[in-house]
């Protein structure tokens, strides 16, 4: 079977992983995740990519974004990626692949979905028991939000602003809403969808997105039709 093209369409957040291959250390050093991090900034700059969240694992990257374009998000992808891979590669002697294929996205309902996911994205290093708070992992996004530094990657979106009327109180109900933690069923959907590429949202969104792209964003009943009982 064909796999599905990426689902990418602009003015939508999109949740991206992109893995090493076979799981394998995409870091070995500092400077590496410094590097990672010049070259998103360069490319969601040069390619029109606004980027509200991100977190560097040993393995694996998430990052959180809105594209200005259809293919603002791919260009930027493959830029960065590939100008990784020579980094890396030249720097460890290595030759070959680095990434685990392709990286996988999808498009979230904003309103449903987006702070939810931030917040997910900055627990990636609680969960795998590399800090005991999110503040306390350098290599994420999280301390521009909580007001623990400036990061001039982080481009906000709308939704933040909602969180309270001054830079403090933003800044203090994110914090608590990261503490208090992603329930198991949203943690488990944020996952799947950007794996598997089906939009994330309530029915009417993924109806309403579903008319603005020929892609299929949801996944539908594999098999034959049911037949409906002939009566009489």
């Known amino acids: ?58 393995n694996h990257f998430h990052l959180l974004v809105t594209p200005e374009s259809a293919d603002s998000l791919p260009r930027m992808m493959q830029a960065v990626g590939r100008r990784y891979v ?47 708070q999110a503040r306390d992992y350098p290599w994420s996004s999280h301390g521009h939000y909580a007001g623990l530094r400036s990061d001039r990657l982080v481009t906000p979106h709308p939704l933040f602003w909602t969180l309270g009327n001054t830079p403090f109180a933003r800044e203090a109900a994110y914090a608590e809403m990261v503490h208090a933690g992603v329930p198991a069923g949203q943690q488990t959907a944020l996952t799947q969808s950007a794996l598997s590429g089906w939009a994330l ?5 993924v109806a309403d997105l579903q008319k603005r792209t020929e892609r299929r964003v949801s996944k539908t009943r594999v098999g034959r039709p049911v037949r409906k009982p002939v009566a009489g």
């Open 201 to 205: 949202g309530d029915p009417d969104f």
């Open 86 to 132: 020579r980094h890396f590669n030249d720097r460890q002697g290595r030759t070959g692949t680095l990434w685990e294929g392709r990286y996988r996205s999808t498009l979230i309902q904003t309103e449903s979905y987006l702070l939810a996911c931030m917040a997910y994205i900055d627990l990636n290093p609680v969960r795998a028991a590399l800090v005991a």
């Open 1 to 58: 079977m064909a796999r599905l093209p990426r689902l990418s369409l602009p003015g939508y957040p999109h949740h991206v992983i992109q893995r090493g291959n076979n799981r394998q250390a995409i870091f070995a050093s500092a400077a590496d995740y410094r590097t990672l991090l010049d070259l998103i900034e360069e490319n969601t700059k040069k390619f029109g990519v606004a980027l509200h969240a991100y977190v560097l694992m040993s």
